[in-house]
């Protein structure tokens, strides 16, 4: 999977400049798109599903240059998740919605309603089936969104701030759910202001600044404190943590295991 931009600007109608001359290169299967308020996240995203056609410069997926004639056929290779899920639930129950994007695929009722149960199962929504979304909370109206997204089974998946709104379990469960999308091969990518959570979970990280690409690479491009300054971004907790030693992990598990080993070498005063 290959998501290629190169040079892209994109200005609203009203002449604010939301991305300016903007190029990357995403091959991973786990990307998450950091940068403050206002740098152009939301609008990328809304450009790499094809909602959105460039002003100037090109969106290539997997070597395809999306143009307003094939944006439609781009649209349904490539879900992208609102960060409010409000913009994309509206059908009389949370089981309609989720069936949306498969009905209008063309799948048959008896395909509809496996994928529709397998999401709901995957998403634990399934008590809600027969419930009118607008009805559902901010955290249960995320889920269906993303289950309606995901029953149409796009080879890349886009989330616009995924984790806002998510209690600690539901935000491990999901977390559990990128990473099986990522494991079976689907491209995800999100945007998130959590810098700890990109730190542990992308194998590649994009970072943004006033519409344009400010670094791209590993999640160590994190720990790179003038960029982060510039971006308006926190340093991740870990790399703070640890920045004095040699030792840099990246998620809570292993900066445990080093701890443990840190502590058999010379064991703390009691
Ligand atoms: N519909 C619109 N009309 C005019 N300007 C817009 C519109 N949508 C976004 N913008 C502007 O475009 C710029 C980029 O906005 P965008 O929503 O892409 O940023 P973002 O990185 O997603 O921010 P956030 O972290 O707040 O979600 C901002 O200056 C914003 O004010
Ligand atoms: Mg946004």
Redo the contacts with the bound molecule.
């Keep these: 999977m290959n998501v290629s931009v190169n040079h892209l600007s994109f200005s609203?109608?009203?002449g604010?400049r939301?991305l300016h001359k903007l190029t990357c290169q995403l091959t991973k299967n786990k990307v998450a798109i950091l940068?403050?308020?206002?740098?152009?996240?939301?609008?990328?995203l809304q450009h790499l599903n094809g909602l959105y056609i460039p002003q100037s410069g090109t969106v290539e997926i997997n070597g395809t240059r999306i143009t307003k004639k094939n944006c439609m056929d781009i649209r349904k290779k490539v879900g992208l998740v609102f960060?409010h899920p409000d913009h994309q639930i509206f059908a009389p129950t949370v089981f309609d919605d989720i069936a949306f994007g498969p009905r209008n695929k063309g799948e048959s009722e008896k395909d509809v309603a496996r994928l529709v149960y397998e999401m709901m199962d995957w998403l634990n929504i399934s008590h809600l089936q027969n419930k009118p979304p607008y009805h559902l909370s901010l955290g249960q109206k995320k889920k269906v969104a993303i289950a309606g997204v995901l029953a149409m089974e796009p080879e890349i998946i886009l989330f616009?701030?995924p984790f806002s709104g998510l209690d600690p379990y539901s935000l491990d469960d999901f977390i559990e759910i990128l990473n099986r999308l990522a494991n079976l091969g689907q491209m995800v990518i999100i945007?998130t202001?959590d810098v700890d959570l990109a730190y542990s979970w992308a194998e590649e990280c994009l970072i943004?600044q006033r519409?344009k690409a400010l670094l791209q690479g590993d999640v160590h491009i994190l720990e790179n404190e003038k960029v982060m300054a510039e971006a308006k971004l926190r340093l991740p907790s870990l790399f703070s943590l640890f920045k004095e030693t040699k030792y840099r992990p990246t998620n809570i598990q292993q900066a445990k295991t080093l701890l443990e080993q840190i502590v058999r070498k010379e064991p703390l005063m009691k």
């Design positions: 609203y109608p009203d604010t939301a940068g403050s308020n206002g740098s152009g996240k939301s609008t990328l960060d616009d701030e945007t202001h943004l519409g």
